[in-house]
């Protein structure tokens, strides 16, 4: 890939933008997920996490924050500061910042299954097999009763409706579908099935350049 995905971030710091509205959107499901959860310890996984922004700023202030123990993985290492800085400023000890793939499996082996699953920023960027592929694994990745929380654009081919069926094959309910902005859709699937082991040392999705 060629794209920056430091400079990817500015879009977020921009009224009104796609890219802002999906985040309030993203944020919106990470706290209705907490709220949700069930008493006791919780396990989070981020893939692709960028500068965290979709989880640290929603952690910070609330009421399940010491609950929770998050591995964010990313692979530009500048943005990794940036979310590693955001959870030492909001003391939230429970959160690692893992400069890695984010594609491969064994980043998550000590974590999943977990109670929060975040794959955002990532079905935009991979082929369909992919993320028909990724799917299949948030079935191990994710603990029962467990949330995941996905996005991806809507222009044409529209693949969310098919999306939404290959998580339904893999045991997950629909909590919410939306497009908070045009062309912008933001997914959130229930886990009810009892999670696969995950295998170690699996690629679950490459990265293509989008033009």
Known sequence: ???????WHDDYDRAG?????????????????????????????????????D?????????????????????????????TAAARDAGLGGVQVLVGDAARTDAYADLAPADLVLVCGVFGNVSDGDIHATVRHCAALCATGGTVLWTRHRRAPDLVPAICRWFEEEGFVPVAVTTPADGVGVGVHRFLGRPRPLPAGVRMFEFVERT
């Open 1 to 7: 890939m060629t794209r920056d995905w430091y400079a």
């Open 17 to 53: 933008s796609s890219l802002a509205r999906r985040l309030t959107e993203v944020r919106r499901h990470v706290r209705d997920a907490l709220d949700r959860a069930p008493a006791g310890p919780l396990r989070v996984i981020s893939l692709c996490a960028g500068q965290g922004r």
């Open 55 to 83: 989880l640290i700023p929603v952690l910070a202030t609330h009421p399940r924050r010491e609950d929770v123990t998050a591995r964010l993985v990313e692979r530009d290492p500048r943005n990794a500061e940036i979310a």
